[in-house]
């Protein structure tokens, strides 16, 4: 389907091509009627002339028409007695030819009695002084009809303050009543009718409307108005330039040429321009009231002119046509032998029934016939649209004049001396303030600036059963039509903005708001705030979802049963130690470092139920403390304990002294220190840096916004995580240097090796944990960061526990081995001892294992005071292996 285009058709300038007058009829331009009062009149009875000439063709409707109806309202206010009662209006009526110029000459007769005339070197044949006739005062004027001749006629007769009121005057440079203060019209302004006709665009929800204008004051002021208007109300209009070519197929983009063309005419180019190029049903046209209801414009284009919709000032529509008879039956009986006060009605006879009045202008052969005709039954007649307007200007003149003389002439018959002459300042008071039902029914007022108010009639002209008419369709409202659409582009769906096309404000491109973008309005997209995403169609911005770790999730749920099982297992171990507390085993591990151990692993697992719990105050601020403070509490007990271990072989090497700080009171002041630094450094970080919890919109600020995710995590950054544990790697780096020194210590040492199994693994670990948590620092899934680290928190204690737990099994009744044990003579014997375990208590001092070296003990066979069957049994019990000792000792 092709996409229709409203036209918008305004125009003025009546008329076409003038040829000469009929021969033997000289042209007059005035009709006088005498009265007690005289009111001027102004009527386009001719086209403007060509070649020249002042005027052209008899204009039948605009012309007699309406000058016949000004005379019907004289005839039916002086026959009135209840208006202007003993007083007659007469009448100078002028014809301005539809030329400003010409009417500005012709209304100076006007003004003919007002102007001073100097008689006093005027003197007749015999020498007496003249005798002049003054002319008739005009105390006002109805008229003029286009805009243009208005305006010319109203500069001058507000020099001499003489009202005028107009019957079809429209163009909104009238209302201005500080230049045109003496005016005022019954028709209302181009203004109101501009605004009526955007009226109907909205209504129709057009949005592409293009504007034709003829030239001259009605057509380019009313385009004007309608463009302001369409501007405050938000209303697109093509940008067209005016007046390019009608006669070429431009016009079908709109354009037309600057020339003086009747609007009828007008018009009826631009439909016929639309035929030619085959565009029938291409264009909608919305015309003005110089369109209105006529039947010259789209006759024999009534498919080309089909849907068009025009506006006409309000008039009675049928079936209500009782005002418009009296006007009917008084013109239908106007002939030549009733009606020769009016010097174009034979003029316009001819032109009406194609006929000669003279006999002397019949030719032989000629089709002219003499005339003999009755108007309405040997021609068509229709009323035209600006009678109504004639007859209600007269009327307001009438009743003006009427209630002057009330007010200034009370009880008087006829004119006073107050209205001879009568004060057109005073008549304007009048004029102004008169309030009646017109001729059609119709209120007829006027506004401090003389316009009438805008009451229009909208019309279709339509098609049926092959019979086209105006069909009333509204007034004011509209109703029972349908159109096609007339839009330039589709409206925009919801989360798109307009982009217009440079030049065309009626034409645009949607464009999507895309990313994290909602429609501002029509034209614009925004940002949304940093913690707000667009929703489904980017209308407006909703709050992003905040998430966090959940219990439920698997990153949460595989470390919380790690955790529970390593709690379980810690748990049971410090029960055992608890239980056998006093044993030589437990007394040998060093049980007070055990316990510290044990504390910081339970820590470890503990503070994995901190890394899942919800982020809030107390929540970080706990995370800070026990997030290093476990592994710094197991890193340093073992650190202490493989110190100590080294301190002691080494000093072994030198000498048989014991190493300083190698008792449990020692140990446990050391391990402490060490804690205490970890302890020391989260204050300090609270001080510098108070603990809170954040939600972070970043990490997860996808490129799709549904996507989007803040997340809930309390203010620790990957560095001062990093830093956070820094310490506790250094104490584990320098416990696994420690741990790689003791690692050649003698197997009965047992554990020596445990521990540096349990450091090798923590680095393996460790060193897997760094890269694989900065790696995804910066990821869609840093959500599970916690997770990440509980897991590994757990990881890390697990090799501790080993530690513990997995040394070789030592029995129950194993003897401890003492410094004074070894010093013994039976301890000196190679087979004896080797066949013997003993825990070795780490708490006390012992001699250089190089002091009972292979080479200076003697085979136990070569130990003559030893029983024989103690080298051939071990001690089933410590109170055995004691007594032995003894006996040896003895």
Request: proline share 6%; with cysteine.
């Amino acid at each position: 389907h092709h996409r229709r285009e409203p036209l918008t058709v305004w125009g003025w300038a009546p008329g076409g091509a003038a040829k000469p007058k009929g021969q033997g009829y000289p042209h007059m331009n005035s009709i006088r009627i005498d009265g007690d009062i005289t009111l001027g009149g102004l009527f386009p009875v001719h086209s403007r002339g060509a070649e020249g000439k002042a005027c052209g063709e008899l204009k039948k409707e605009k012309g007699i028409h309406r000058l016949e109806a000004m005379l019907f309202a004289l005839d039916r206010i002086n026959n009135d007695p209840d208006l202007l009662p003993n007083i007659t209006l007469g009448a100078r009526i002028l014809d301005t030819c539809s030329r400003d110029t010409h009417a500005l000459e012709q209304s100076l007769t006007f003004v003919q009695a007002l102007i001073e005339k100097d008689s006093t070197e005027v003197r007749c044949v015999n020498g007496g002084p003249p005798i002049i006739t003054k002319p008739e005062r005009v105390v006002g004027v109805i008229g003029a009809s286009g805009s243009s001749v208005s305006i010319m006629v109203a500069n001058i007769l507000r020099l001499f303050k003489i009202p005028q009121i107009s019957y079809a005057s429209t163009a909104p440079d009238l209302s201005d009543n500080s230049r045109y203060d003496f005016f005022s019209r019954v028709v209302p302004s181009d203004t109101y009718q501009a605004q009526a006709m955007v009226d109907i665009v909205k209504a129709l929800k057009w949005n592409y409307v293009s504007t034709l204008a003829s030239e001259g004051s009605y057509g380019e002021s009313g385009v004007e108005a309608f463009i302001q208007k369409s501007r405050e109300d938000a209303l697109p209009r093509a940008s067209v330039p005016a007046f390019l070519g009608l006669d070429t197929n431009q016009c079908l983009a709109l354009w037309c040429q600057r020339v003086p063309a009747p609007v009828a005419s007008l018009c009826r180019r631009v439909l016929e321009a639309a035929k030619r190029a085959n565009q029938t049903g291409h264009f909608i046209w919305m015309g003005s009231d110089s369109w209105g209801s006529k039947i010259s414009p789209v006759l024999h284009l009534e498919e080309v002119a089909e849907g068009s919709v025009t506006i006409l000032p309000k008039d009675l529509s049928p079936p209500s046509p009782l005002p418009r008879a009296g006007f009917d039956r008084y013109f239908s009986s106007r002939t030549l032998d009733n009606n020769r006060r009016n010097i174009w009605f034979a003029e316009f006879w001819e032109e009406n029934f194609h006929c000669k009045l003279s006999r002397h202008a019949l030719k032989k052969g000629s089709s002219i016939k003499k005339c003999t005709k009755r108007i309405g039954q040997d021609s068509s007649y229709e009323q035209e649209g600006k009678v109504q307007f004639v007859i209600d200007a007269v009327y307001a003149m009438g009743h003006a004049l009427h209630n002057m003389h009330k007010n200034l002439c009370p009880g008087k018959v006829g004119l006073c001396p107050r209205m001879d002459p009568v004060d057109g300042v005073e008549l304007l008071k009048y004029i102004r303030s008169v309030n009646f039902s017109g001729i059609a029914g119709t209120p007829v007022t006027f506004n401090e600036n003389g316009d009438a108010p805008g009451r229009y009639d909208i019309y279709q002209y339509q098609i049926r059963n092959s019979t086209p008419e105006y069909k009333v369709i509204g007034a004011g409202v509209l109703h029972g039509i349908q159109l096609p659409s007339s839009i330039c582009s589709l409206p925009c769906k919801p989360g798109e903005r307009k982009k217009l096309v440079k030049g065309i404000p009626c034409c645009w491109h949607c464009e999507r708001c895309d990313g994290y973008q909602y429609q501002l309005d029509e034209f614009h997209c925004k940002r949304c705030h940093f913690n707000e995403r667009p929703n489904e169609n980017h209308t407006s911005c909703t709050p992003i979802p905040i998430i966090k770790l959940e219990w439920s999730s698997p990153w949460a749920v595989v470390p919380v049963f790690i955790a529970i099982v390593g709690i379980i297992a810690t748990l049971f171990v410090v029960v055992t130690f608890v239980r056998y507390n006093d044993t030589p085993i437990v007394k040998a591990s060093g049980r007070e470092l055990s316990y510290v151990l044990l504390t910081g692993i339970f820590l470890c697992y503990a503070t994995t139920f901190l890394m899942i719990a919800e982020p809030d105050l107390s929540t970080c601020s706990l995370r800070r403390i026990f997030l290093g403070l476990g592994m710094s509490i197991s890193y340093a007990a073992l650190l202490t304990k493989t110190n100590r271990i080294y301190r002691i072989f080494e000093q072994g090497k030198k000498s048989v002294s014991a190493p300083r700080f190698i008792s449990p009171a020692s140990q446990l002041v050391i391990t402490f220190s060490l804690i205490s630094l970890q302890l020391v450094g989260v204050c300090i970080w609270f001080i510098v840096d108070p603990s809170h919890s954040v939600i972070d919109y970043e990490d997860q600020r996808t490129t799709n916004p549904h996507f989007a995710r803040g997340i809930l995590k309390c203010d620790i950054s990957d560095l001062s995580l990093i830093c956070l544990l820094g310490y506790s790697m250094l104490l584990m780096v320098t416990c696994t240097v420690y741990a790689i020194k003791t690692r050649g210590v003698p197997e009965t040492f047992n554990e020596a090796k445990p521990i540096g199994f349990t450091m090798y693994t923590t680095c393996i670990v460790w060193l897997a944990f760094i890269p694989i948590f900065f790696g995804t620092s910066q990821s869609a899934e840093k959500v599970r960061e916690e997770g990440r680290v509980t897991y590994c928190l757990d990881s890390l204690s697990g090799p501790i526990m080993t530690g513990i737990i997995s040394p070789e099994r030592v029995p129950r009744d194993a003897e401890v081995l003492t410094p004074q044990l070894l010093a013994t003579p039976i301890a000196k014997g190679q087979g004896w001892f080797a066949e013997r375990s003993f825990a070795v208590d780490t708490r006390v001092s012992c001699t250089s294992w190089r002091a009972v070296s292979a080479q200076s003990i003697k085979p136990l066979e070569e130990a003559r005071s030893v029983p024989a069957p103690l080298t051939l049994a071990r001690p089933k019990s410590l109170y055995q292996a004691s007594t032995l000792a003894k006996s040896v000792k003895d």
